[in-house]
DNA sequence: TCCTCATCTTACTCCTGCGTAAGTTGGGTG
DNA sequence: CACCCAACTTACGCAGGAGTAAGATGAGGA
């Protein structure tokens, strides 16, 4: 599958910080690969080159070591949305931008959006917590744009945030699962411009749809 | 938590066929409770009122079980979905139809939704392609509407129908997690209009962006 | 050189939960 | 009434995998 990381020499030692870094990397590649349920601390530790008491050194179980995975990518996307939103002042290229870092955190770093958006494990309150907390911050962060630009009500806003960060998900993953039917900047830009086409005006349109279906 | 399904009597023989669907609702409601790798097979019998060997008496094993529960609800979703599209000529109309068909399963048959969309075991190929066969079906019914009506490329159609499908899925999940701020129907509208501004008239404007953007 | 302690290993224990072997019960039919 | 077979039960085997006890090893300092 992926290549084993770098379980160099089996019988190097290592200090602790480093030994840290690397145990977290080997477990984000099985974890990834076979979630969270099928993965065995033996594979883990196997990966990293070491035994499996090691692996209990620097993490209190099974579960401690997904969550800080999982905690450390949370905040990687959430950072690159506000990033992106940041960026300009103009709402048009706002949109390409959020869209952008979707896109961007869907295809980078080893496929980790898996443990974010794909994790089984999501029945633990725990993980079911960080999981919509942070699709909820990323909602919260475009939310806030919205609300600024039109007159629509904070629950409406809210609502269409979501729809929106829900329709950037699916097609990031759905885009990556089919690698190669399409280039990254143009899926992107495709799905930008049925966003922007949705909420961009909206306030101009709405009393008079509201008129016409309330006839 | 919720009621014990109809567990009446424990020592109450049933006809085959009556017992495999008391079996069938009891799976559901653990399997949805709980997930499907923290469902016990005991719990399941338990809650039926019946001894765990009578369960393997109607399935082989634990998967089979959960198989025939996702393939029944698939089943359904893709079903509706189909009924909501043909029931109008209309593409406004055909929008808000297919949005109040994903509310309504979502709404529906005691959170069976959380079998197809929530699923713990899509590490399972089997479990993971069921899903997103049902995701593609959903969404190829909606590419051929957007095809009918636009000079668009068939990859970008489907691209734009996953989109939408996604933004569809995700906020009804997200609506019903938080009953109760929005009524349904309102919450259905508000997206819908979403998506219907979002792709109508594409055609008319898409020369005139490119062009802007392209300078 | 020898001591020390952090790093790492082998080789277990134990628990959970799927699946099954063997035997029991009761309603319908000749 | 006696038989039969489908529906059911109790009680267990067994595997996989998390977590641990106890001991080995090697780099750096006195």
Known sequence: MTA??????RGTRLPRVRRRRQLLAAAQEVFVARGYHAAA?????????????????????????Y?????????????????????TDDNRQRVTASFQAYFDFVAGDGEAFRLVFESDLRNLPAV???????FQRCAELIGD??????????????LLSIALVGMAE?????????????PQDAAEQLVARLAWRG?????????????????
Do not use: C
Not at 4 to 9: E, K, N
Not at 202 to 208: E, N, V
């Open 199 to 215: 909420i961009s005006g909206w306030d101009l349109t709405r009393s008079a749809e509201e008129a016409a279906s309330g006839d």
């Open 4 to 9: 084993p990381s770098d379980a160099r020499a």
């Open 128 to 134: 079911r917590e960080k999981s919509e907390q942070t």
């Open 41 to 65: 601390m033996d594979e883990i530790a196997e990966r990293a080159g070491v035994s499996k008491p090691v692996l209990y050194q620097h993490f209190p179980g099974k579960l401690e070591l």
């Open 170 to 182: 699916t097609s990031a993953r759905y885009w990556l699962n089919n690698h190669g039917s399409v």
């Open 67 to 87: 969550l800080a995975l999982l905690e450390e990518h949370s905040e990687v996307l959430v950072e690159k949305q506000r990033e992106a939103l940041e960026s």
């Open 145 to 158: 744009v919205i609300r600024q630009d039109t007159s629509i009500s904070d629950e409406e806003a809210h």
